[in-house]
Every structure is written in C-alpha cells, then in structure tokens.
C-alpha cells in the first residue's frame, strides 16, 4: 500500500481544477484497488470516485468525504514535491484530505467492519461549489445514501492537531449575483442622450452593503462583499450605456440566505426600472450552510476524546463556506476541523502546504467516527 506522505506529496505536484480532476481520480483508483473495497463507484457527480466496504451485515452507511480539487493560483512555496503545473496548486490542503481519507482505506482493508457500509466519498468541484450538488444529484448516488457523512476541513491559525467542534452552523451560506445593466450609449459630449447605468451602480454598491440592516438581519449574521464593477468601456469619446456589478453574499442560515439573496435581486431589478434600464441576474456558486447534526457533532466528539486529542469549542460560525453544506439533504452531516498550526499560511495563500504532520491524526479520526457506527 502507498505510504501516505507520498501519496500526498503525488497529488500535491499535480493539481487539477475544478471539474477538470480525471487524472487526480484515476490515480486514487490505483491505490484504492490495493484496498479491496467491496465496490468502486466511478465518474460521480463529475471525476467523483467512492468507494465502498460493505461488511454483508445491516447496520448504518456512512459517508466520509474528502475533496479532489485544487486552486487557480501559482504556488510560491518551496517544498521538494512543489506543483509542476504553472499557475495552479493544492493551497486548501485537498491533497492532505485525499491522503487521510486512503489511509482509511488502508485501515479499513487491514480491520474490516462488522456491520454497515462505509462509503469513502472522493468529490469533486468543492471550490466552485458544484462538485456535492452534483454527486447528490447523480443516480448512483442513491446506492450510497449515507445515515451519516463526516467531513473535516484542516484549519490554519488552530494549533497542530488541535479538532475543531461546533452544532448546528459550522460555515455560511454563499451565492454569487452578476447582476448586468443595458441601457444606450451616447457621445461623451451628450450624456443627455444616453440611458447610463452610473447611478444604478453607484446606488447598488452602497446599498447592498447596508441590506443586512435593512432587513432587521443581526449584521454578524451575513455578509455582504462588493468584488466587482464595471461601468462601460475605458474610452473617453462615449457615454457608457452598460455595467455588471458583482457581489458575494454570505449568511449564517440557508434561510437567512434566501431571504438576502431574494431582497438583493428585488433591489437591483428596483434600481433598474428607477432609472430605465434592463436588468439580468446571474446566480453562481451556490454553497448550502453547513449545519452540523447535534448526534454528529457527539460522535465526533467521542472520537477525539477516545483518541486525547486537544478539543477547541468553536463558538461562531466561519464565514467562508464549504458545498459539503449539501450533503445535510441526504443524511446527518457534520463537518469539523483539523488544527494547521498557528503558524500555517492562510487557505488559498500562494505558499500554504498542508501539514503531513497531521494526516495521521485525521486518518486516526475517521476510523474511530467509523468503528463506532461500523464496528
Ligand atoms: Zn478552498
Ligand atoms: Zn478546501
């Protein structure tokens, strides 16, 4: 069996975007075969693999998933497995997640289970938040509909090794709206001619920051981020007569994101009409908050007790977000996170590395979560 610093130092020299992971999944079938999973569950939900050991007994299926995507971004770091791929690295540590969920694998081939199904979920597409709706939507997911899915995520800034717990919301919902002006053109000397988006932008882009407290929403709770604007074309002679404007919003719920998302489209298309224009609305990358089941949470919790691992109690939820959010329509889901150490670049930064160090700790994690239910 693949020793599992160098598995992860293999996929950490060749990442692959999002959506684009054949080569990263073809050679986790490789070393997955050495593990004699009863099934193997290929191509799901995009370049998704799982694999399954069923022990022949009934009892509980559970999930464990793991990420196959890496980021469009140049790695700066110097480590002797650096990607040979320009432009684009492993910087949130799926690499490291890869390499605990085989070490699962190795585990679970060594000690079979005595009851129930594990399913080791290789997903695809987390970064654009496409790769779990798709696996859920995918037919063959149905055979694997898990009672519970685990996730863990490392974390940066945590001390080495160190679990991460929390109930109900772990990290935000989050949605992208590309919302597009059109309105006339005109010669720059006659603006009076033209049907400009300037103010509906300039309206929107102060606006929206203050929604959340419009809408009596507890500011803590959401967030909203301006990313980009643009107001026609970098020319002097015209009188601009479209404009986009993107934003980022982010809540603590998914209801509280509905309710954002929907009043921020409403005013937009409201702007619009004040000032004669048209308007379309483009939603992109939708990630579902992760609620994290309370029955989850304690298994996990066990887990690292069982082990003596040092437990931090999370008490708010992270902004970011994680598409494993989705997974919480299938079954009771919980996400936690792993410890980086205090000293390791921030996720997506150009010289983060995910600590080998604690790929053992997950792997120890996982399979304690597993016994418990499997046995
Ligand atoms: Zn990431
Ligand atoms: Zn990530």
Redesign the pocket.
Known sequence: MIDLLDFRHELHRFPELSGEESVTATRILKYLGECSPSQIINNLGGHGVAAIFDSGEAGETVLLRC?L?A?PILETGQPPYRSTVDGKGH????DGHMAIIMGVAQRLAKRPIARGRVVLLFQPA??TGIGAPSVLADEKFAAIRPDFAYAL?NLPGMPLGHIGLKSGSLCFASEGLNMSFLGRTSHASHPEDAITPQNALVELMSTLNSLPEQLGIDPEKTLVTICHARLGLPAFGITPGDGDLFAAFRAETDALQAKLIASAAQYARDCAEKHGLKITVDYNEKFAACDNDETAVANIRDAAVGLNLPIIDIDKPFR?S?DFGAFSAAGKTALFVLGSGKNCPQ??APDYDFPDGIINTGVDMFEQITRKHCG
């Open positions: 990420e995507d980021l910087l949130c540590g799926h987390e970064e995520h970011w994680e996720l997506h």
